[in-house]
């Protein structure tokens, strides 16, 4: 069964610092992976998808993700942290048929100035 | 641009009445999903549909029930309310490709956050 561990449930970080939200996952089969982000009190919105297309993922915000077949890892980063990125962050796992996601448990990301 | 709109952001329920969430997606969706969202358990699926009358159970179906007469509407039901049903619901659709297997991007609501009292 498709699995996905997120690390940390609350990350800080000072404005203008690298962000790390570590993932990993566990596919029986070749993954599709997910990275959402949802600010208070919103739905989820994407940030980027992993295809096996690149193994490097661009996404929205400055965002991106690099998928790692032999650690088993999908982890986000973005250069630069800015106040608008608080948000709780959320990676997945696709279950194969159907589109159904197996979701982290969450990492909240705190900006601070 | 693409929507998912939920019918409510916040409904207040007694414990014991039944409760139904809306949900309408305009992309033209097979695919429609009720995540349940609670503090450190991220989400976790109630019931698929992928198709009009058709569903599946997902991970934690207890207690729900679901109804998918139209293609853009998928409505959640709680049968008889119990507290441990407050939580943030979350809708999502997201398109099918035909023969495949491959996940395409599930786009959300803005979520219901039910409190059952």
Redesign the interface.
């Known amino acids: 069964a498709q699995s996905v561990t997120q690390l940390g ?1 609350h990350v800080s970080v000072s404005e203008g610092a690298l962000v790390l939200l570590r993932c990993n996952y566990s596919s029986s089969v070749p993954p ?1 992976l ?1 990275w ?1 982000v949802q600010y208070p ?6 940030l980027l ?1 992993y ?1 096996s297309a690149a193994t490097l993922v661009k996404g929205i915000n400055g965002f991106e993700a690099e998928f790692k077949k032999s650690e088993t890892s999908f982890h986000l980063t973005k250069p630069s942290a800015h106040m608008s990125d608080a948000a709780e962050y ?1 990676c ?1 796992v ?1 279950r ?11 990492t909240q990301l705190k900006v601070e100035l | 641009d693409v929507k ?1 709109t939920q019918s409510s ?1 916040y409904l207040v329920k007694r414990t014991g009445e039944k409760v139904f969430l809306e949900c309408v997606q305009d992309m033209d969706h097979e ?1 429609m ?1 009720w ?1 349940r969202q609670d503090p ?6 109630i019931y ?1 549909s ?1 198709d009009v009358k058709m569903k ?1 159970k ?1 991970d934690i179906p207890e207690g729900y029930s679901v109804s998918r007469e139209k293609k853009e509407r998928f409505s959640l039901i709680l049968e008889s309310a119990s507290t441990n049903q407050t939580s943030m619901y ?1 809708c ?1 659709s ?1 398109f ?1 490709l035909q023969g495949t ?11 219901t956050r039910l409190t059952v009292v």
């Not at chain 1, 194969?96 to 969450?106: A, I």
């Not at chain 2, 996940?103 to 609501?109: D, I, K, L, R, S």
Request: avoid cysteine.
């Open positions: 449930s599709y997910f959402y009190n919103q739905g989820l919105q994407l998808k295809t959320f997945a696709g194969g048929g159907g589109n159904k996601l197996t979701f982290g448990t969450g | 998912v952001r695919n999903f995540y450190g358990l991220g989400l976790r699926l698929f992928y599946e997902g979350l999502a997201s099918y297997s491959v996940n395409t991007e599930a786009f959300f609501g803005q979520g």
